[in-house]
C-alpha cells in the first residue's frame, strides 16, 4: 500500500497541472477510468517490450544497444499504446466538453502507465529511485501526454472534422521525445564513461516540456478548444500562482543540493521540469488574473 501511495503521488500533482492548464476537471468517475485505463494499457506495453526484450542484441555497440532499446522497448511500444489509449476513450466528453479535453485524456493515460511503471521501480529500488523518477521519469510522461493530447485537440478542431497530418504528429512527436530521452539515458548505462549524454539531458527535458507546454497553450487558444458547459477549476490563475510558487522553491531547493553535493548525479535532471513548470504556471497565472484567459 505504502509503494502505491508514493507511486501515484507525483502522478496525482502533475494531473492536477493538466487540469489547472486545461481549465477544466473531469468527473471523478471519469479521472478513475482514465488512469486505469493507462495501467491496463502499460500491461500490454510491457507484455509487448517483454517479447521484444526476447530478440538477441549481442555484438552491438553501446550507442546501437541504446538505440534499439530506446526505440524498441520503449518508444514505440508505450506510445502506440498511449496512442490507442487515447483514440478510443472519451467520445463522450468530447461531444459534451470540446476537442481541448484531448490533452487531459492523454496525459491522464500517461499518467496511468507512469504510475503503473513506478510501481515497478519502487518495489525493485526503493525511495531514492521514486525520489529521481518523481521529479524525472513521470514529469517526462505527462510531458508526452501534453505533446500527443496537443496534436490530437489541434487535429480536432479542423474544419473537416480531423486533420490526419496532425494525428500523425500526435504519435510522432511524442515517440521521438520518448527516444531521445530513454536514449541518453540508456547510452550513459551502457557506457558510463561517457560524460556527454548526462550533460545534455537537462537540456533536452527543458527543450520537449517548454514545446509541449507552449503546444498544450496553442491548442487551448483555439476558439472551439472548449464549447460545452463546464465549471473552471482555476479561473483566476490563484491554483496557478501557488504550484508556480511551490514548483519553484522545488527547484531552487534541488539546485541548492547540488551545490551542497556536487558529485551527486542527475541533479541537474532533476531540477529541469519543475523549473518549465514553474515558467508555465506562472505565465497562465499572470494572463488569469488579467482575465486573457
Known amino acids: 500500500m505504502i509503494s ?21 476537471r473531469l ?27 526476447l530478440v538477441p542484441e549481442t555484438g552491438l555497440s553501446p550507442v546501437a544497444h541504446a538505440c534499439v532499446r530506446a526505440l524498441l522497448l520503449a518508444a514505440v511500444p508505450e506510445e502506440l499504446v498511449k496512442f490507442a489509449a487515447v483514440s478510443r476513450f472519451g467520445k463522450r466528453e468530447l461531444d459534451e466538453i470540446g476537442p481541448g479535453i484531448a490533452i487531459l485524456i492523454a496525459v491522464g493515460c500517461s499518467l496511468g502507465f507512469a504510475v503503473f511503471e513506478n510501481k515497478l521501480y519502487v518495489l525493485g529500488g526503493g525511495f531514492m529511485v521514486w525520489v529521481i523518477r518523481a521529479l524525472s521519469a513521470v514529469p517526462m510522461h505527462a510531458i508526452f501526454g501534453f505533446t500527443m493530447g496537443s496534436f490530437m485537440a489541434l487535429s480536432w478542431q479542423s474544419r473537416n472534422g480531423s486533420d490526419n497530418r496532425l494525428v500523425l504528429l500526435a504519435l510522432v512527436v511524442p515517440m521521438a521525445f520518448h527516444f531521445s530521452y530513454d536514449f541518453l539515458i540508456y547510452l550513459h548505462g551502457y557506457a558510463p564513461a561517457l560524460v556527454w549524454p548526462q550533460k545534455i539531458l537537462p537540456v533536452l527535458m527543458l527543450v ?17 478548444a472548449l464549447y460545452g458547459f463546464r465549471t473552471p477549476v482555476d479561473p483566476k490563475g490563484n491554483r496557478a500562482l501557488g504550484f508556480s510558487a511551490a514548483l519553484l522553491l522545488l527547484t531552487f531547493a534541488i539546485l541548492a543540493l547540488k551545490l551542497s553535493f556536487p558529485s551527486v548525479h542527475g541533479l541537474v535532471m532533476c531540477a529541469a521540469l519543475p523549473l518549465v513548470f514553474t515558467l508555465d504556471l506562472g505565465l497562465i497565472a499572470l494572463a488569469r488574473s488579467r482575465g486573457y484567459a
Open 4 to 24: 502505491f501511495f508514493i507511486a501515484i503521488l507525483p502522478a496525482l500533482l502533475l494531473w492536477e497541472i493538466a487540469a489547472i492548464k486545461v481549465n477544466v
Open 27 to 53: 468527473p471523478k468517475a471519469t479521472r478513475k477510468r482514465l488512469f486505469k485505463l493507462g495501467a491496463r494499457f502499460a500491461l500490454l506495453a510491457l507484455l509487448i517490450e517483454l517479447l521484444e526484450s
Open 208 to 224: 520537449e516540456g517548454l514545446f509541449a507546454l507552449i503546444l498544450t497553450n496553442h491548442a487551448m487558444n483555439g476558439q472551439t
